[in-house]
């Protein structure tokens, strides 16, 4: 069983950056990919970035140029860095881990911008 926490959210004003950190119970070392998603209020989860265990990374259009994912396998942890971020980041932003035939979820941590 892979457990995920997210921490790093928070009230930020537009314009501002933020930086989310998912530490996974795990070595992530062999994970497929790991990614982040975020819900605003009122709408369906979307995907917002991957990386792969060869450190590929893809982006949703919406935040390409602002937010940065990155991992640090020492540490089982994957970061998204959120520039520039504007009032329709506002969610709940959540991480998932690939791992063979699984997904695994964190809990999520809130992100507030205000304008």
């Known amino acids: 069983q892979v457990r995920l926490v997210e921490s790093g959210g928070g009230l930020v004003q537009a314009g501002g950056s933020l930086r989310l950190s998912c530490a996974a119970s795990?070595?992530?070392?062999?994970?497929?990919?790991m990614a982040w998603y975020r819900q605003a209020p009122g709408k369906q989860r979307e995907w917002v970035t991957t990386?792969?265990?060869?450190?590929?990374?893809n982006v949703a259009g919406s935040v390409k140029g602002r937010f940065t994912i990155s991992r640090d396998n020492a540490k089982n942890t994957v970061y998204l860095q959120m520039n520039s971020l504007k009032s329709e980041d506002t969610g709940v932003y959540y991480c998932?881990?690939?791992?063979?035939?699984?997904?695994?979820w964190g809990q999520g941590t809130q992100v507030t911008v205000s304008t």
């Open positions: 998932k881990v690939s791992s063979g035939r699984y997904d695994y």
């Open positions: 795990v070595s992530i070392f062999s994970a497929n990919a």
């Open positions: 990386i792969t265990n060869r450190n590929y990374t």
